[in-house]
């Protein structure tokens, strides 16, 4: 039977989970669940910032982000650098057994270990009122690697850290990454 | 071995998979994948629609829309209003196998057959460059079944339609949604 909730952010909390990255800008790195692709052209993502992090602070000066996509084998590096704040940890990188080296196209660090790496340059930001904030990155350098799969990566929702599920229907990963 | 691409869309291509909804705003009902909570406070959500589709043009007269959640069940549902538009079908639920009624707060109707439905009024349009304009919908009811599982529900990404995968950590869902 379906029921009317009277607390509305009950909405939000029965969300089916998404992808979860991590967000890099500086010397930066920090976990986030608010992302999404923007547009397919030009191809950009959003990322969604609660304000009072030192991640919001450092895409507010320096314009730019990396989206770096973690697989489910790197929950524990996930779960330290969401543990941490950059404020006042400034070797997260090293507490959470990753590495990283400057983008190509960004002076931010991206990821090492992270199979994807989308360097973002911030083209908007929405700055409408509520908890997050977020910036719309045009994608202007990608790294792939070639035994990505998306099968690997790792889902978050309301405390639940899952694997990505079976294929119910389409190509497998292998025909798509090659 | 990484390898940089020199196509920025496959970027956008490489991404995990998102949650896939109804959305459905007056008569109409669509598929999208491209869709994220917005806000925690106020509970608030967003939709990416592309300007072509009768959606968008629904939305932007009567400035509210319903996210409902379908289950992994529903795939030919999603399918069959995924294949079809509005604006020359305006059968789309029976060809569909759904039932509709009106919202409680929105004149649009919800889906029935869906376990969640979020009815929303439109509060702000992102309406920079791009392939998708996203609507912000402060969430004004909530209607979620009591046997509702986020396990259940339905991913997309890249013509792969999915399971939700296995919970690798936090709470069951019978201990959340109860």
């Known amino acids: 039977m379906k029921k009317t ?13 998404f ?13 986030a669940g608010a992302f999404h692709f923007f547009s397919y052209n030009p191809p950009s993502v959003m990322v969604g910032i609660k304000p009072e992090k030192y991640t919001y602070e450092l895409i507010k000066s320096m314009k730019e982000f990396a989206i770096n996509i973690p697989s489910k084998e790197q929950l524990d590096s996930i779960k330290i650098c969401g ?22 196209k960004i002076n931010s660090y991206i990821v090492n270990e992270c199979s994807v ?8 930001e929405i700055d409408f009122d ?7 990155g045009e994608i202007k350098q990608v790294h792939v690697d070639e035994n990505y ?3 690997d990566t790792l889902m978050f ?12 229907e389409g190509r497998k990963d292998e025909d798509i990454f090659l």
């Not at 509520?130 to 910036?135: L, M, Q, T």
């Open 5 to 17: 909730h009277n607390e509305l952010i009950d909405g939000i909390k029965a969300l089916p989970p």
């Open 157 to 168: 929702w309301l405390g639940q850290f899952r694997e990505v599920g079976a294929l119910i």
């Open 117 to 124: 790496n989308l360097e973002c340059e911030v083209v908007h």
């Open 83 to 104: 543990s941490l704040s950059g404020r006042k940890e400034d070797n997260k990188y090293e507490r959470a057994g990753l590495t990283h080296k400057q983008g190509n």
């Open 149 to 151: 799969r998306r099968s």
């Open 130 to 136: 509520g908890s997050h904030k977020w910036f719309i």
């Open 19 to 31: 992808p979860v990255v991590f967000v890099t800008v500086g010397k930066n790195i920090m976990v």
